[in-house]
């Protein structure tokens, strides 16, 4: 019996995945932005393009995107995941589905790139497994945490 389902993002599911968020996705979103999840979860839901929940027995566990980098005109986008620990318990099934998902981004977005921190070892494992480049070797300090960057796709630069 599947437990989970996949729909489009809605607002309504921020709080119960702001609520429950994973703490290194906490920290990450604190270094990187200086975001609460719930501000976090807003901020990439309203400026992404493709957005989709997954709710794991009809509750938001986790949300993913791509969001345009810079301006209208680039070719780049950066996508994200956030969630509540409960992933883990459909973490192998999402695995199967995951590369539709990267697809519809990377037909949008020709280059796909964002930062990840370096102790997001699921992230990172689920970055390397959909086929993105992570760049262990040089760590990029944001408010005295360290990231990877992360990308695949045109071997364009950042716009």
């Excluded at 976090?40 to 393009?49: F, I, K, N, Q």
């Excluded at 709710?55 to 949300?63: K, R």
């Excluded at 005109?73 to 994200?80: D, E, Y």
């Amino acid at each position: 019996m599947k437990i989970w389902s996949i729909t489009e993002a809605l607002p309504e599911h921020i709080p119960a995945i702001a609520e429950g968020m994973r703490e290194v996705d906490r920290r990450e979103v604190w270094a990187s932005h200086r975001h609460t999840p719930r501000e976090a979860l807003e901020y990439a839901l309203r400026r992404s393009e493709l957005a989709w929940t997954c709710a794991i027995s009809d509750v938001p566990a986790f949300m993913w995107g791509v969001a345009r980098q810079g301006n209208l005109m680039s070719v780049t986008g950066a996508p994200w995941l956030l969630g509540t620990p409960a992933i883990v318990k459909v973490r192998h099934d999402f695995l199967r589905y995951c590369p539709h998902f990267v697809d519809a981004m990377q037909s949008a977005f020709p280059r796909l790139e964002n930062f990840v921190h370096v102790e997001n070892r699921l992230s990172i494992r689920w970055l390397k497994h959909l086929g993105f480049t992570v760049d262990e070797e040089m760590p990029e300090v944001m408010n005295g945490e360290d990231f990877y960057l992360f990308w695949r796709g045109a071997e364009c630069v950042s716009q």
